[in-house]
C-alpha cells in the first residue's frame, strides 16, 4: 500500500514545493535556500511505477537555460500528469515529444536539458531495445540545485511516498538500478542493503551503457524494458 501522493497537493505556483516539505525547506540556512531552484517544477519521478526497471538517482541539476521553463511554463501543461502517474512515458527520451521553450537570452527555441541529458544516457539501450525504454526514474531529492549537497543527505517528508514506491518494487522482484548517491538510498529504505540491487561502473557518468554496468545488469535491462 503507497503513502499518499504528496505531488497532488502542488498548486503550481512559485516556490513550487510539496506542502509536506514546506517546513524543512524554509529551515535550510540562506546559503543552502540559494542552492535550490524553487521556480523550476520538482521532478521526483519520470515514466511508468508499473515498468519493471527502477533507475534511482541524486537530484535534478540546474543549468542556466532551465530559467526558461520555470513555472508557470510550458512544462505546467503536463506536469501535473506525471505527478499523478496519468502520464506514464518516459519523455525525456521521447524524440517524438521535444519539451521546448524560447531562450530568454537569445531569443532562440531550445530543448529542455532533461532532454539532452536523458537522451544521450539512453541513447545505446534504446538503440538495443529499438524502442524508448519503459523505465521509473526517482529522485533522492526531488527539487532541482546545482549539486548534491550535504542537506540532501536527509530524506524530505515527501521522500515517505518515494520510498513506498521503491519498497513495492522490491516485493514485486523489480530491477533496480541505484545510478547515484548508493548510501543515501540504503540509508532511507533499509531493505535496498539485502535486495539485489545493480550499479553503474562509474555513478558519476549515469549513462546506461553495456561497458557501465556488469553484464547481469546490462542483460537485465535489455530483458525488462
Known amino acids: 500500500m503507497h503513502t499518499s501522493n504528496p505531488w497532488l497537493q502542488?498548486?503550481?505556483?512559485?516556490?513550487?514545493?510539496?506542502?509536506c516539505d514546506q517546513a524543512a525547506i524554509n529551515r535550510l540556512s540562506p546559503s543552502d535556500r540559494d542552492n535550490v531552484?524553487?521556480?523550476?517544477?520538482?521532478?521526483?519521478?519520470?515514466?511508468?511505477p508499473d515498468a519493471d526497471v527502477y533507475l534511482l538517482n541524486?537530484?535534478?541539476g540546474y543549468s542556466d537555460q532551465d530559467?526558461?521553463?520555470?513555472c508557470p511554463s510550458v512544462m505546467s501543461s503536463f506536469m501535473a500528469d506525471v505527478y499523478s502517474h496519468k502520464d506514464r512515458s518516459f519523455f525525456w527520451n521521447d524524440g517524438n515529444r521535444p519539451v521546448r521553450a524560447t531562450c530568454l537570452r537569445t531569443g532562440r527555441s531550445i530543448v529542455h536539458q532533461g532532454q539532452v541529458y536523458w537522451q544521450r544516457r539512453l541513447q545505446e539501450l534504446t538503440e538495443a531495445v529499438g524502442h524508448n525504454p519503459r523505465l521509473f526514474e526517482l529522485e533522492f531529492f526531488p527539487y532541482h540545485s546545482k549539486d548534491f549537497y550535504g542537506f540532501m543527505k536527509e530524506p524530505l517528508p515527501s521522500f515517505d511516498y518515494t520510498r513506498s514506491l521503491v519498497e513495492d518494487?522490491?516485493?514485486?522482484?523489480?530491477?533496480?538500478?541505484?545510478?547515484?548517491h548508493k548510501a543515501e538510498w540504503e540509508s532511507a529504505v533499509p531493505n535496498l542493503k539485502t535486495y539485489h540491487t545493480f550499479s553503474l561502473i562509474s555513478p558519476r557518468s549515469t549513462y546506461l551503457t553495456k561497458n557501465n554496468m556488469c553484464r547481469e545488469a546490462w542483460n537485465a535491462l535489455l530483458e525488462k524494458c
Not at 38 to 45: I, Q, V
Open 169 to 180: 518494487a522490491m516485493r514485486k522482484g523489480k530491477a533496480i538500478f541505484i545510478l547515484r
Open 37 to 48: 531552484f524553487l521556480d523550476l517544477y520538482p521532478e521526483p519521478f519520470i515514466g511508468d
Open 58 to 60: 541524486g537530484n535534478p
Open 67 to 70: 530559467n526558461c521553463f520555470s
Open 10 to 19: 502542488l498548486d503550481f505556483t512559485d516556490p513550487v514545493v510539496a506542502p
